[in-house]
């Protein structure tokens, strides 16, 4: 049973350029979080989606950073543009209504030059 | 101040030892408590939940004093693939909804 898949696992880009993140949830999951970790902050909430639709993304650092999730099998999460002070590794999780437990993916670790 | 706090560590222990974590939140409004593990460079991933009565699950031990705001992790006999960073993470209720709020970790480094 394929978990969380992330993708890209790593991207380099130069500072200004735009990034885009994906991330397919574990099927039949109907919440998704995208969270961002650095070893100043730990692990930072950015936006989460109940059945699509954005719940709270009063994580969001700011409007630089967008997300959509189209439907139950796709989500995005958009820099542009991108600053050096974005590189961090940026996870994507999944969890069904009911149960506490998310599932993370294995992230993307993200470098701004 | 921070909502989720734990002792950074390093706890640097031998095999076989005994070692404890120790984790405090702020929001009174918490609902449920957990422990995660994450590996060098890895995900987190459950490692297990916290109940009020406490409960255990192998060789691992979490508290919760939900009176203190504090929760605790046990770690017994030691082994060198428990060397990872332990992150306490608390479940909030709040208007828009529930988030997990995670700590910033504990790493434990196991030697022989």
New interface residues.
Partial sequence: DAGVIQSPRHEVTEMGQEVTLRCKPISGHDYL?WYRQTMM???E?LI?F?NNVP??D?GMPEDRFSAKMPNASFSTLKIQPSEPRDSAVY?CASRGTGW???F????TRLTVL | RKEVEQDPGPFNVPEGATVAFNCTYSNSASQ?F?WYRQDCR?????LM?VYSSGNEDGRFTAQLNRASQYISLLIRDSKLSDSATY?CVV?ILYE??T???????TTLSVSS
Avoid: T
């Avoid at chain 1, 993370?104 to 992230?107: K, T």
């Avoid at chain 2, 988030?99 to 970790?105: E, P, S, V």
């Fill in positions: 979080f902050r730990g692990l909430l989460y109940n719940i709270d009063s996870f506490d437990e998310q993370f993916g294995p992230g | 449920s957990f890895k995900e987190p991933k459950l939940s992150l479940n828009a909804g988030a997990l709020i995670f700590g910033k970790g």
